[in-house]
């Protein structure tokens, strides 16, 4: 399997995207039947967000701490790091999906023109920017789990893994924007 995806990352990359975008559209579209979901009490629902707020935080810590790593030779606790925000990542997506293919999107219950000036622009930059990371995280994800630690420098994975890492951090960061203007300051 691993000489197969070694050859195919692109491929898989794509594959992968596919799937986990098809999940993400599906939850927030309201096309996966809530009947096929285990039903949490509601307090359980009502602390997800502040959970993944709290995840969003410790990503952008590791992801800093990742980025400082391999900067600094570290390949090792770099690989660590960055391993443990892809856990964090997906923590957080199935977290925020299940809350929402069971309850739909949180409203906004600021004034409306905070919402169409501020929220709404900075939600709209926070998806986009989540859903580009999707296929280039999974590529420098499969690039780093396929080849041993001195072939990497020679793929792309340095190049793309620091856009990715740019791009991510900026979503996680105004993710917590969009929490606190949805749960904190209105």
Same mark, same amino acid.
């Given at each position: 399997?691993?000489?197969?995806?070694?050859?195919?990352?692109?491929?898989?990359?794509?594959?992968?995207?596919?799937?986990?975008?098809?999940?993400?559209?599906?939850?927030?579209?309201?096309? %996966?039947? *809530?009947?096929?979901?285990? $039903?949490?009490?509601?307090?359980?629902?009502?602390?997800?967000?502040?959970?993944?707020?709290?995840?969003?935080?410790?990503?952008?810590?590791?992801?800093?701490?990742?980025?400082?790593?391999?900067?600094?030779?570290?390949? *090792?606790?770099?690989?660590?790091?960055?391993?443990?925000?892809?856990?964090?990542?997906?923590?957080? &997506?199935? &977290?925020?999906?299940?809350?929402?293919?069971? $309850?739909?999107?949180?409203?906004?219950?600021?004034?409306?023109?905070?919402? $169409?000036?501020?929220?709404?622009?900075?939600?709209?930059?926070?998806?986009?920017?989540?859903?580009?990371?999707?296929?280039?995280?999974?590529?420098?994800?499969?690039?780093?789990?396929?080849?041993?630690?001195?072939?990497?420098?020679?793929?792309?994975?340095?190049? %793309?893994?620091?856009?990715?890492?740019?791009?991510?951090?900026?979503?996680?960061? &105004?993710?917590?924007?969009?929490?606190? &203007?949805?749960?904190?300051?209105?």
């Amino acid at each position: 399997m691993d000489l197969r995806v070694k050859h195919r990352v692109p491929e898989v990359a794509g594959i992968l995207t596919v799937v986990s975008l098809a999940l993400v559209f599906g939850a927030a579209l309201g096309t %996966i039947p *809530k009947t096929l979901l285990p $039903q949490a009490p509601s307090w359980v629902l009502n602390a997800i967000p502040l959970v993944n707020a709290i995840i969003s935080g410790l990503a952008i810590l590791i992801i800093g701490a990742g980025w400082y790593w391999i900067r600094a030779g570290q390949i *090792k606790r770099h690989r660590a790091a960055m391993l443990s925000g892809v856990m964090l990542f997906a923590t957080f &997506l199935i &977290l925020y999906l299940y809350k929402v293919a069971l $309850q739909g999107p949180t409203p906004f219950a600021g004034p409306e023109v905070i919402r $169409q000036f501020v929220y709404l622009p900075l939600l709209s930059i926070h998806i986009l920017l989540a859903i580009i990371c999707v296929p280039l995280l999974y590529y420098v994800l499969l690039l780093a789990v396929t080849r041993p630690i001195h072939e990497i420098p020679q793929t792309r994975h340095p190049r %793309i893994g620091r856009i990715a890492a740019s791009l991510w951090l900026v979503s996680f960061a &105004l993710g917590l924007i969009v929490y606190l &203007l949805l749960y904190v300051v209105y």
